[in-house]
């Protein structure tokens, strides 16, 4: 609550007020968080105010923007209307000096609840569920406490309005409720819709946000520059948005004033990006359960989703592609595309490439008669147009480097990140992972394992393989390159970079496939590269043995992991969120056999995981990192691991954050902290910036489970 402050409001003043204060959460005394408090006094001398402000609840920490009105004499006493975690529980409320049990989370129609604080008491009780408290016993109990008892004699209600009957109650909240969706749907569906065109794709408008990294080179920057280094120490929180629980990375797109996020559980939903409101949301009806979809490793997260023509793609936990309605959320169209029950599912959405909607499969780390592949789909009906297999069946080009292995044993390769695409060779780059299992001497073969660990260029108009480039060819640690590929021209060439786990940041040339330089930050004991040819060579030992321990620097998740790297073209500078470290262990053999669970076993014993040596004991780092020398320009270190995607912008600024809960904003050149605040739960996911309305916003995806979010900063107006 509000720490007991009282504002004065003369009779008469109509002027609005607005304020910063603190907010301490009273069950703890702990937590504290700014909060926005908009004052406005009516000619009688009431006071109503707006909270947007951030509340705990035991370990939940949650955001919450609600408009309240306590009208007392002529004085507004703040009031902090509580703490609201996702599902229906008990959870402290206060207003004035007041506590009391609140039953259930209100969202989406704010501007629905009655504005008098007794009011409230009336709505809190019209929604009670069974077995829970009743704020009508609570009030009989309580009503004593002198700030009770004058803000129930300001309101409208009696004792025996409180008290109305269970049936009416019920009716009148399912009015409410049906009145709030009816018009937030005709919200979205009055809205102007000009199509997304493959030219707004290419070279969208700096204002909105249409590609999982902006663009279609994968850079992560955005040329808006009216939240710049002189200013951003003046961002404030203006609106917030509540998430479903579940693994949350979500990546929201914006287009004309509107923003897609992204859910778990492949929700997708649509908000006003200047206010928050909700336009419309669609939840899918999945062909099996939940707890069927996780047993077959499916994760139910959505990182990203796109947007053509009228219609916004989701690629869903049980391998569907489905195509909505930008307007009203309905499904125009829902095509599967392989079997759940074999594990094929989507973990990031498809990027659209010349009018094609482009998806890489996950899901292929037990064996099984298939392999994951790449798909290129119909916008208006989601016919497969074509489908570009991610390994190299028997007696097909490169087949051979899988040994002997029929295919059912040849796992791995999956595509879990979005591709990248450049109109000027017209070619779409995707990456794949490391083969499985990760350890030669469980996969039973030394070879290569085409085309695990690569980058494949494919036309987009037919699938084909242009060219390949295997990082790592045969790759025995779990120590992949799967991760977004950002197009730049440099030096006069159309070049490709990318950095993977192992913490070298290549240079491919993306015409040709040629290897152009590697750049090391030196934290990964397992490898060299020869840095003319890029021809990479195991050092002594590093190939596992069963049975025969191991230190392997970095662990598994890797020098850095999915959360993207961001290109600053002034700079000329990537921004990486790292995570140095080391592992000890062994592995074992392992059978083979169809329909195994390999994340249950993956053959490898481990002894731990350690910071990195060289990481001075810090966990995490963003390093800007030159792509022409690969010479460090700064580092800034954190004692947690990075949360959060890398965003840089035309203001000089690049976003990050650790998990920590700590949102911070640096300058580009010099890496200074030019404004910091901390959430009520890590960044996860990948921060974007868009304009609305004439203001440049700033999105931060919150992730936690109960206290999934996102969270708008802007300017002061």
């Known amino acids: 609550?509000?720490?007991?402050?009282?504002?004065?409001?003369?009779?008469?003043?109509?002027?609005?007020?607005?304020?910063?204060?603190?907010?301490?959460?009273?069950?703890?005394?702990?937590?504290?968080?700014?909060?926005?408090?908009?004052?406005?006094?009516?000619?009688?001398?009431?006071?109503?105010?707006?909270?947007?402000?951030?509340?705990?609840?035991?370990?939940?920490?949650?955001?919450?923007?609600?408009?309240?009105?306590?009208?007392?004499?002529?004085?507004?006493?703040?009031?902090?209307?509580?703490?609201?975690?996702?599902?229906?529980?008990?959870?402290?409320?206060?207003?004035?000096?007041?506590?009391?049990?609140?039953?259930?989370?209100?969202?989406?129609?704010?501007?629905?609840?009655?504005?008098?604080?007794?009011?409230?008491?009336?709505?809190?009780?019209?929604?009670?569920?069974?077995?829970?408290?009743?704020?009508?016993?609570?009030?009989?109990?309580?009503?004593?406490?002198?700030?009770?008892?004058?803000?129930?004699?300001?309101?409208?209600?009696?004792?025996?309005?409180?008290?109305?009957?269970?049936?009416?109650?019920?009716?009148?909240?399912?009015?409410?409720?049906?009145?709030?969706?009816?018009?937030?749907q005709s919200a979205g569906q009055d809205r102007n819709f000009e199509p997304v065109t493959d030219a707004m794709l290419q070279d969208p408008d700096p204002a909105d946000w249409l590609n999982w990294r902006r663009t279609l080179d994968g850079w992560g920057y955005s040329p808006l520059d009216q939240i710049t280094t002189e200013n951003v120490h003046q961002l404030q929180l203006v609106w917030s948005w509540q998430l479903g629980t579940g693994l949350s990375q979500p990546?929201?797109?914006?287009?004309?004033?509107?923003?897609?996020?992204?859910?778990?559980?492949?929700?997708?939903?649509?908000?006003?990006?200047?206010?928050?409101?909700?336009?419309?949301?669609?939840?899918?009806?999945?062909?099996?359960?939940?707890?069927?979809?996780?047993?077959?490793?499916?994760?139910?997260?959505?990182?990203?989703?796109?947007?053509?023509?009228?219609?916004?793609?989701?690629?869903?936990?049980?391998?569907?592609?489905?195509?909505?309605?930008?307007?009203?959320?309905?499904?125009?169209?829902?095509?599967?595309?392989?079997?759940?029950?074999?594990?094929?599912?989507?973990?990031?959405?498809?990027?659209?490439?010349?009018?094609?909607?482009?998806?890489?499969?996950?899901?292929?780390?037990?064996?099984?008669?298939?392999?994951?592949?790449?798909?290129?789909?119909?916008?208006?009906?989601?016919?497969?147009?074509?489908?570009?297999?991610?390994?190299?069946?028997?007696?097909?080009?490169?087949?051979?480097s899988w040994g002997d292995l029929p295919l059912a044993f040849r796992a791995g390769a999956d595509s879990w990140i979005p591709g990248s695409y450049d109109p000027e060779t017209n070619l779409t780059y995707w990456s794949t992972s490391q083969a499985k299992p990760w350890a030669r001497v469980s996969r039973k073969t030394d070879g290569d394992a085409l085309y695990t660990n690569s980058v494949l260029a494919l036309d987009p108009g037919t699938g084909e393989i242009q060219w390949y480039y295997q990082f790592v060819p045969g790759e025995t640690h779990d120590l992949d390159e799967v991760f977004e590929s950002v197009l730049i021209d440099h030096n006069g060439r159309r070049s490709l970079f990318k950095m993977g786990k192992m913490g070298i940041l290549w240079e491919i040339d993306r015409t040709s496939g040629a290897f152009v330089a590697a750049h090391d930050l030196g934290y990964q004991n397992v490898i060299d590269v020869d840095p003319d040819t890029g021809q990479v060579a195991y050092r002594p030992g590093m190939i596992p043995e069963a049975g025969v321990e191991l230190e392997i620097c970095p662990d598994f998740l890797g020098v850095r992991n999915w959360r993207a790297s961001a290109y600053h073209p002034e700079m000329q500078a990537l921004y990486i969120p790292i995570h140095p470290t080391c592992v000890s262990g062994m592995f074992t053999e392992l059978s083979q056999e169809i329909g195994n669970t390999y994340y249950g076993d993956t053959g490898w014993m481990s002894r731990g995981s350690t910071v990195h040596p060289a990481s001075a004991n810090f966990s995490g780092h963003l390093v800007a990192m030159d792509i022409d020398s690969g010479a460090l320009l700064w580092r800034h270190s954190m004692t947690t691991r990075p949360g959060a995607a890398a965003l840089t912008t035309g203001g000089g600024l690049v976003v990050a954050a650790d998990t920590d809960r700590n949102l911070l904003v640096h300058d580009v050149a010099t890496g200074e902290v030019l404004f910091q605040t901390r959430l009520p739960a890590s960044v996860q996911g990948f921060p974007i910036t868009y304009e609305a309305g004439g203001r440049q916003y700033l999105i931060v995806p919150v992730g936690g489970n109960r206290s999934n979010a996102v969270y708008a900063f802007a300017l002061p107006r």
């Open 251 to 400: 990546t929201p797109l914006v287009y004309n004033g509107v923003m897609y996020i992204p859910s778990p559980g492949n929700v997708v939903q649509a908000v006003d990006a200047v206010t928050g409101e909700r336009i419309w949301e669609h939840r899918r009806r999945f062909e099996a359960s939940t707890e069927e979809l996780n047993a077959v490793g499916s994760g139910m997260r959505t990182r990203s989703i796109a947007i053509y023509g009228d219609k916004i793609y989701v690629a869903t936990s049980d391998a569907h592609i489905v195509a909505l309605d930008a307007r009203t959320g309905d499904v125009a169209w829902d095509q599967t595309v392989a079997d759940y029950r074999l594990g094929f599912r989507y973990t990031s959405g498809p990027i659209v490439v010349q009018g094609r909607i482009v998806a890489g499969m996950t899901g292929c780390q037990n064996y099984k008669n298939d392999v994951c592949f790449i798909s290129a789909h119909d916008p208006e009906t989601g016919e497969q147009l074509w489908r570009t297999a991610t390994v190299a069946r028997p007696g097909e080009p490169g087949g051979d």
């Open 1 to 184: 609550m509000v720490s007991g402050e009282e504002v004065v409001s003369r009779r008469g003043e109509n002027r609005p007020r607005i304020e910063r204060v603190k907010v301490r959460a009273p069950h703890t005394g702990q937590h504290e968080s700014d909060a926005v408090v908009e004052q406005r006094a009516s000619e009688r001398g009431e006071c109503s105010q707006t909270v947007t402000a951030f509340g705990q609840c035991g370990s939940h920490v949650e955001p919450i923007e609600w408009p309240f009105t306590i009208t007392h004499g002529t004085r507004c006493m703040w009031g902090h209307p509580g703490w609201i975690p996702k599902r229906v529980e008990k959870t402290p409320f206060s207003v004035g000096a007041m506590d009391f049990c609140r039953l259930v989370k209100i969202r989406d129609s704010t501007r629905l609840i009655p504005t008098r604080a007794s009011r409230f008491v009336r709505r809190a009780r019209d929604i009670e569920r069974p077995g829970m408290m009743s704020p009508s016993r609570f009030t009989r109990q309580r009503t004593g406490a002198p700030a009770t008892r004058r803000a129930l004699r300001s309101g409208e209600n009696t004792a025996k309005e409180l008290h109305m009957s269970a049936m009416w109650r019920r009716l009148v909240s399912v009015v409410i409720v049906l009145v709030a969706g009816w018009s937030t």
